[in-house]
């Protein structure tokens, strides 16, 4: 009979959501190639090529100059996402972090505590790494699923996946990983003249955006408000699809555990030394003590600075050469499908982000502008974060995004007035919002769990729908 009481209408939600969405979901890599002609037919409707350049120029247009140009226009900024997302993997699969995660996923007693205690983690974890907190809750979710299961606890599995994505799709951007805000903060970075000609400096320093209270208040009241959603949704009763049903080898696994190299010649000491790997961690975090001590931590944490720090952190765990290479060489298959697609949606970047010749201008510019001009000083965060989410389903890149809108956004806010810090963390929080729709970062994550994205994307969908009038709220009455 319990099965047959009417369940609380937000647990309600979230399943139906998650049997619709189970129908319909592709595969990431097909949502890719999906996404790229919906970008093609968009480019067709805002800028009307074949009417001013006929069908030969505008097939060459396309395809050649905006999809075939685009493919090659984010290979650095890939290499540095893919480092984030390998180094995030190793830290999160060294044995002492592995046990970590192994005892907390032990203190869940149903898919309601489990799904918030994954929520939970991942977004703590989303501020020091989006790749630690995306590979972390991965593990997370499934060591929650393999001892639930070998302790006879019944809990569903798709609940607490896509609650370990609650990171990505809420906080990332607002972490030391945030690719906005520390691009803002590079030296020469692709908007230093834009920004020197309104603000009158080249850079935005940290302080003006993941540092400052603004963004620390709303960090803090969207992870409490996506902790009560997920309490809400996750079922409490009913048939529950546990982790034997999606990875019943995880049953059979034990914890890694430390390898015990043979060290019998030069080479194998050489290959296993921990002062080698001491040393370089020396070398490295002098080098990282003289950068924050020059430029101070607001100025001196960017991209590359952050990938040399967990790079370093991950060789102090690993303290062996070649322990630390073996983890790293395992550890990119976990990104073989990002490093795949991602040149498909760079590809779908530069058909977006190129400017038609004869208009001046490109699609994501017109989306933009359209958006920027019905808003108003007080109702900006709001039109910041929904343009950003609009344009992240095509570009679910935090970096490659805001090399497509941001000179908009920048020259927007501030002939709105708003501060520049303010439109950065408003886009910031678009840019992750979609990705509880969008399936691309959650590679990593359902290769780790032996998921489908149409298994948990009913989750994240219902997340998704539910956290926005939060964050209009929030962002928009939190003072700056």
Not at 238 to 264: H, M, N, Q, T, Y
Not at 464 to 477: K, Q, R
């Amino acid at each position: 009979m319990g099965d047959e009481v009417r369940r609380p209408f937000l647990e309600a939600f979230g399943e139906s959501l998650e049997r619709r969405v189970r129908g319909v979901m592709p595969d990431p890599f097909i949502f890719a190639i999906l996404l790229t002609f919906i970008a093609i037919i968009l480019d067709l409707i805002l800028l009307r090529p074949i009417q001013h350049v006929g069908l030969g120029g505008t097939v060459k247009f396309l395809v050649y100059s905006a999809w075939y140009g685009g493919f090659w226009k984010l290979l650095t900024f890939s290499m540095q996402m893919t480092l984030i997302l390998v180094t995030g993997y190793v830290i999160a699969y060294h044995p002492l972090v592995y046990r970590i995660l192994s005892r907390i996923a032990r203190l869940p007693r149903d898919t309601k505590q489990a799904a918030v205690l994954a929520a939970g983690v991942s977004i703590a974890l989303s501020y020091l790494s989006w790749g630690l907190s995306l590979i972390g809750g991965a593990i997370l979710a499934r060591e929650i699923g393999r001892q639930a299961s070998l302790q006879g606890r019944k809990i569903h599995y798709p609940a607490v996946v896509a609650a370990a994505y609650s990171g990505l799709g809420l906080t990332w951007h607002w972490g030391l990983t945030a690719s906005a805000p520390l691009l803002m903060n590079t030296p020469g970075h692709f908007l230093a003249s834009v920004v020197k000609e309104l603000y009158g400096t080249e850079t935005v320093p940290l302080s003006q955006t993941i540092f400052h209270p603004y963004t620390i208040i709303n960090f803090l009241l969207i992870t409490l408000a996506a902790l009560a959603i997920y309490w809400l949704i996750s079922p409490s009763r009913g048939p529950v699809r546990g982790i034997e049903e999606f990875d019943p080898e995880a049953l059979k696994e034990e914890a890694p555990s430390g390898e015990k190299p043979r060290v019998e010649t030069l080479a194998d000491r050489l290959e296993n030394s921990r002062a080698l790997a001491i040393l370089t961690v020396i070398l490295g975090f002098t080098a990282v003590a003289i950068e924050l001590y020059t430029r101070g931590i607001s100025r001196a944490l960017n991209l590359n600075t952050m990938n040399f720090i967990f790079l370093m952190t991950g060789l102090l765990l690993y303290a062996n050469p070649m322990s630390y290479a073996r983890a790293f060489y395992r550890s990119v298959t976990s990104a073989a499908g990002v490093i795949l697609q991602f040149h498909f949606y760079a590809g779908i970047f530069g058909l977006l982000n190129t400017p038609f010749e004869p208009l001046g201008r490109s699609s994501a510019q017109i989306i933009a502008e359209g958006l920027a001009n019905v808003s108003t000083p007080f109702i900006w965060p709001v039109v910041a974060f929904i343009t950003a989410g609009i344009v992240n389903l095509f570009i679910p890149s935090g970096g490659g995004e805001w090399a497509a809108i941001g000179e908009i956004l920048v020259r927007a806010g501030h002939e709105l007035g708003v501060p520049i810090g303010k439109t950065i963390i408003a886009y910031g929080f678009g840019d992750s919002w979609t990705n509880l729709l969008q399936p691309f970062w959650a590679i990593p994550l359902l290769d780790i769990t032996r998921t489908r994205a149409r298994d948990v994307f009913g989750y994240t969908i219902a997340l998704m729908i539910l956290i926005a009038p939060v964050a209009a709220v929030t962002l928009t009455l939190i003072p700056y």
